[in-house]
Each structure stands twice: as structure tokens, then as C-alpha cells.
């Protein structure tokens, strides 16, 4: 085909009904232009599907997910509550996204002046990825930083 031919076609193919138009031109019998034309629609259908899907959330215990914590920064602890002698826990509910990586953080329960700098701290760990079924999902869970003045 030349390179003329070639341009027609291409333009063709950007039309409606061009690529059974196209096969034909180019001598493809009917029942093979059918099945043609079936393939390329059911392969656009799966990749349209594929796109639109959202990945699965699993929940999963703060203690397992724990165990597949790849980066874990510490949090800075408080001026104020260190002054004011505040100790405890925060506790959060968090989201950790298909590549490990933490997306979304709430306040479960926790002293206000250690709130801030746990979340920090918590949206900085990153996760290896959690696999259910060979396939990277995203995980529910919660997590807790403990604050301590004690050496």
C-alpha cells in the first residue's frame, strides 16, 4: 500500500462504521471483517472496564498491616505537651493506598496537642502493598503512636 492509500485509510478508520468500510476495501471477506469488528469492540469494552474499576478496599487489624510497614517516621513530639507533661496515644484510622502509600488519615481518639503531629508523622509511613488474590489492594485499617516522656 502507498503512502497515499495509507493516509486515506487512517482517515477512514476515524469515521463512523470506517473500520468494516476499511476491511472491505481491502478485500476481507464479510464473516472475517464480522469477526474482526467483534474482537476490537469486546477488546475495547475490557479496557474501558479496566479503567473505570476502582481498586478493592480490604480491612485489615493494625496489628497485621503493621508487620508490612516498609517506612516509619517518628513523630515530633509536641513543645507544648512536653511542657504540660501530656503522655498517651493516638489512635487513626487510616487508608493506604494500592502502592502502600497513605491516603487519607482520620482522629479516632488521642490528646488534642499530640493530634497534629501524629498525622504528620503517620501520612510520611509507607506500607508494602497489600496483595489479595495476586492483586494490590487498598487497606482500612488504624494505627496508633504512642507518646511517652519516659526515656
Known sequence: ???KSTESSL???GQSGALPSLLSRLNFPPTLTF?????LFLALAISLARAD???SVVTVSGKIISQTLSK?????YPTEARRKGIQGTVR???LIGTD???RK???VSGDSHLVRSAIEAVKQWEYKPYLQDAKAVEVDTVCEVSYSLLP
Open 72 to 76: 516509619k517516621v517518628a513523630p515530633v
Open 1 to 3: 500500500m502507498g503512502r
Open 11 to 13: 482517515r477512514i478508520v
Open 100 to 102: 502502600g502509600k497513605v
Open 92 to 94: 487513626l484510622h487510616i
Open 105 to 107: 488519615v482520620e482522629v
Open 53 to 55: 474499576e476502582k481498586p
Open 35 to 39: 469477526l474482526c469488528c467483534s474482537m
